[in-house]
């Protein structure tokens, strides 16, 4: 079955170039394209796709706005939306991912890394560009408008779990975690799945902004 995916940019010719790049690839489908946000929402709850390759900077309205209308309507559940930037730490992408992006890469990134991304995050994973991770994750949590609290569900994760949360926020796969702890990767994959259901994470970009925000893990740990 071929992952479905919805192209969102302003720039006509940027979406032409996903498309010739995504239609040759075995597997995929591009089952529409919309040059703003209200119309990548629109286009969403008609197509359902598997992935929406959305950009921040649209008319009529922004990709974040679009991208929180997307993941919070629960006829769209098996919906992931990849936020495509040219900025490494664009303000919006902030914005982005407290809205329920599950992925955050640039647009100068190579053809085999998007492909790449849309698999993992069609898959139910969630992927930031590797090369700003790091420093994407310190400036989003120092931003202003971050609260910390107790996050919910949090008392009811076991040592383990709790741990395994802490790397993920870190940015480790689940094959990093497992030479780390000594696990299996289906262990580890076992309890992530665990550490989502106790938490109501949508993806692990989700795991990542809560464990920031509550303060379990604190950046330059």
């Known amino acids: ?11 006509a010719m940027v979406r032409a170039g996903f ?3 995504l239609e040759v690839e075995d597997g995929m489908e591009v089952c529409g394209e919309a040059g703003d946000g209200r119309r990548a929402v629109v286009l969403a709850r008609e197509l359902k796709p598997d992935v929406v390759l959305m950009d921040v900077r649209m008319p009529h309205q922004d990709g974040i706005a679009a991208t ?7 006829a769209l559940a098996g919906t992931r939306v990849v936020v495509l930037t040219t900025f490494e730490l664009d303000e919006y992408v902030f914005g982005a991912l407290r809205a329920g ?3 955050f890469l640039l647009k100068n990134l190579e053809p085999a ?17 590797p090369q700003v991770t790091t420093r994407l994750i310190e400036a989003f949590v120092a931003t202003p408008e971050r609260a910390t609290g107790q996050l919910e569900g949090l008392d009811e994760l076991t040592v383990r779990e709790r741990e395994i949360l802490q790397l993920v926020a870190h940015g480790l796969s689940n094959v990093e975690i497992a030479d780390r702890l000594w696990l ?16 109501c994470a949508r993806d692990r970009v989700q795991l ?4 920031y925000e509550s303060g379990l893990v604190v950046p330059g740990d």
Not at 68 to 74: A, G, K, V
Not at 113 to 129: F, K, P, Q
Not at 184 to 199: A, W
């Open 1 to 11: 079955m071929s992952i479905r995916i919805l192209l969102a940019d302003d720039q």
């Open 19 to 21: 498309s010739a790049l």
């Open 68 to 74: 929180r209308e997307i993941t919070s309507d629960p």
């Open 101 to 103: 992006a599950s992925g």
């Open 113 to 129: 890394d998007l492909l790449h991304t849309i698999r993992v995050v069609a898959d139910g994973e969630s992927l930031l560009a």
């Open 184 to 199: 299996s990767p289906l262990t580890v994959k076992t309890h992530v799945s665990r550490v989502l259901s106790k938490l």
């Open 208 to 211: 990542v902004v809560a464990a």
